[in-house]
């Protein structure tokens, strides 16, 4: 078996299992309302050989990312956001740059007394 097939065999068997169905689950319907789920699938090999022998690996990785919500009225993406994390993150940003500050003024007060 060349490296090709190798190759070929090994995503095969990973992209099986690296789909929306995996993070979600099967699409809901309530009334007219169809919600979709969407995922984001990543996928990264590598490989290599030597005299001795050769190896290889691959990762797939997967997460939510939003819904398609589907009515009579017509079809809307749902984009799933994480303000809770986007807020802590800028407070946490905020705070850092402020203690770095206040300790470049007293180091600059000490100096100059």
Do not use: H, N, W
Request: glycine share 16%; proline share 4%.
């Amino acid at each position: 078996m060349d490296i090709a097939e190798i190759i070929r065999k090994v995503t095969e068997t990973v992209s099986a299992g690296a789909t929306v169905k995996s993070v979600y689950g099967e699409p809901v319907t309530s009334g007219q309302r169809t919600i979709l789920p969407v995922a984001t699938v990543r996928f990264a090999f590598g490989g290599g050989g030597g005299a001795d022998g050769g190896g290889g690996g691959g990762r797939v990785s997967a997460r939510p990312c939003g819904v398609v919500e589907v009515t009579p009225e017509g079809a809307r993406f749902v984009y799933f956001r994480e303000p809770e994390r986007l807020a802590a993150a800028i407070a946490v940003g905020f705070l850092v740059s402020f203690a770095v500050g206040l300790s470049r003024r007293r180091k600059a007060r000490q100096k100059s007394v």
